[in-house]
């Protein structure tokens, strides 16, 4: 399922728990355990952006506290769908 940039910036999200994430220079390896997928997170910033969703009320306060300026918000919302497509993040579960 293809999401739009506003859908995931407007989200809640984490870290899919069957994904670990290994800090590298570039920014990280995201590997999901029950797909077998890798994916590369290209900018330390991107990485900041990944490890800091499940902290976050939506996407784009994660970029907000990661040091996302508002002309990259984006290209980093971009990345979170491409990461979602992918089942490297899912939505956070809401409670109430």
């Given amino acids: ?4 940039v506003e859908q995931v910036l407007s989200r809640a999200w984490r870290l899919d ?11 990280a390896l995201a590997y999901h355990f029950g797909s077998r997928r890798l994916s590369f997170l290209k900018s330390p910033k991107l990485a900041a952006v990944v490890n800091g969703l499940a902290g ?18 984006a290209s980093y919302g971009r990345a979170l769908a491409a990461l979602a497509d ?4 899912c939505e956070a579960q809401q409670e109430g």
Wanted: one cysteine or more; hydrophobic letters at 40%; a negative charge.
């Fill in 1 to 4: 399922m293809e999401r739009s």
């Fill in 17 to 27: 728990p069957q994904v670990a994430l290994r800090p590298e220079p570039f920014g």
């Fill in 56 to 73: 976050q009320p939506d996407a784009a306060a994660a970029c907000r506290a990661a040091g996302v300026s508002d002309s990259e918000l």
């Fill in 86 to 89: 992918r089942g490297m993040i």
